[in-house]
């Protein structure tokens, strides 16, 4: 009866591991060399650094790739969500359909398609900007080209600065450890 006990605590510990709080996107691309060049690819075309996505992924969704708002019941009566933004990058339906036209396939809870999507939106609207910064980024990635514009912001100052401190974190990281993910994908494609 007890021989049981440790497969058992064995496989908790395996399906405890893959937590969301605990992805690290560079271990995801390390294991993934060919997600790790397609990202790579986006970032150089689109002049983003990887870990601005990373980080606008992080705050969206915490990773979690089937992300939603929560549905409401009240009195055993559904109430619709306030948003139907959905997967890794919380994207609302009318931007996604508008991103299909560029990428038909693509899926919002696929990482890769969420990753492309967040390099797009901003890539778009790169034209708004009033400095390239990472706060810029995801003030209009988060509240939308037209309250970014007219300045009626919904996300506070102290959300846009914990995701900046996420983009310093991940970019220390990223910039750390691009030598060995290079090296990674080069013995792979060998």
Not at 58 to 76: M, P, Q
Not at 88 to 101: C, N
């Amino acid at each position: 009866m007890h021989a049981y006990r440790v497969p058992i605590l064995a496989l908790a510990a395996i399906c405890t591991m893959k937590g969301q709080d605990n992805f690290n996107p560079f271990n995801y691309y390390y294991h993934n060399p060919p997600i790790y060049r397609a990202h790579q690819v986006l970032a150089k075309r689109t002049q983003l650094h990887p870990a601005e996505a990373f980080a606008i992924i992080k705050h969206e969704s915490n990773f979690r790739a089937h992300a939603s708002y929560r549905r409401h019941w009240l009195y055993d009566i559904f109430v619709k969500p306030k948003s139907s933004a959905y997967g890794y990058a919380q994207a609302i339906d009318a931007s996604w359909h508008e991103y299909q036209k560029v990428n038909p396939s693509a899926k919002r809870s696929h990482y890769l398609d969420s990753i492309g999507f967040i390099h797009w939106y901003i890539h778009k609207h790169r034209s708004l900007f009033r400095n390239h910064s990472m706060t810029e980024h995801y003030k209009l990635y988060h509240d939308g080209p037209k309250n970014y514009q007219e300045q009626n912001l919904l996300v506070s100052e102290q959300v846009v600065r914990r995701v900046e401190q996420t983009y310093q974190q991940y970019k220390k990281e990223f910039d750390n450890r691009i030598t060995s993910l290079d090296w990674r994908v080069e013995w792979h494609e060998f």
